[in-house]
């Protein structure tokens, strides 16, 4: 046997570098991941509200998907104008209908000041809008033009005897429909 060939006996392992760390080592990378962790934070909340915001939204396009798929009932024609009107009012605003109202006993301390009427805040409620300011409230709400005759045919369909409705062609239905849909989908909130 030859001295000089190494044999198994004189192999070593080899000794392995440590393991690297995967965790910053300076403060800059520790800074940037909180502000990336606040800022997931941030934009999970703002989308689940948004989410919670628009579940007004959501129950209605369901509503209207119901009511479409009958399309020749006469009372899912008739339910459209409520259905508009029921998002309307769900709109989420930065005043809800009546806040601002002056206490009772501020109204009689102040005799000279004028006191807006219960009344005249109660118009600004979508509800009780009709004819032009109805209209005027839908065009301002959509970002996209409505027909100019849009508060007239909803209101056809809330007022208008079982004939006329009946008389009515199934194109007129699918455009009303299509408008309702698309001004429910669209619709601007101002909050």
Known sequence: MNPNVPSIEQLKEIALPARVSYVPQTWGWWVLLAVLVVAIVLLSARRYWQWRRDRYRREALLRLAQLQKRSDDLNALRELPELLKRVAISLPTRNPVGAGLPAMASARTTQHSRVPSLASQLLQDPGALGNADWQNFLQRHSKHPLPANFSQQLAQLAYAPDAVLRAMPN?????????????VECHHVAA
């Open 171 to 183: 194109v007129q239905r699918q455009q009303l429909f299509d408008t309702c849909r698309h001004w």
